[in-house]
């Protein structure tokens, strides 16, 4: 099993930037890959961005591609979200996921792992 943890959520003003993290814990042994995705009020949980295990490989959502970016540092066994240029359509619960692939999917099923959210409020 794996925890996943995340934190860095919060209201910030159209324009602003947050940084989400993610920690996992437990079995934390195997190369997942790692993604973010996020849910908005009354709409399906959407991809947003996500890496290969080294990191040598990142995929982004066509509605974030320039303003986010994923990173993450496997001794630390964290995965971070850098929003930048953030709009009030960007409003969402942002969730973490671990995958067994080495390829990340942009599908939910394709994720085994969850963390519970963090909520961001982008205000116009």
């Known amino acids: 099993q794996v925890q996943l943890v995340e934190s860095g959520g919060g209201l910030v003003q159209a324009g602003g930037s947050l940084r989400l993290s993610c920690a996992a814990s437990?079995?934390?042994?195997?190369?997942?890959?790692m993604g973010w995705f996020r849910q908005a009020p009354g709409k399906e949980r959407n991809f947003v961005a996500a890496t290969t295990w080294s990191g040598g490989n990142l995929y982004y959502a066509d509605s974030v591609k320039g303003r986010f970016t994923i990173s993450r540092d496997n001794a630390k066994k964290s995965v971070y979200l850098q929003m930048n240029s953030l709009k009030p359509e960007d409003t969402a619960v942002y969730y973490c996921a671990a995958s067994q692939y080495y390829v990340p999917r942009r599908s939910e099923s394709s994720y085994d792992y969850w963390g519970q959210g963090t909520q961001v409020t982008v205000s116009s």
């Open positions: 437990g079995r934390t042994g195997s190369s997942y890959s």
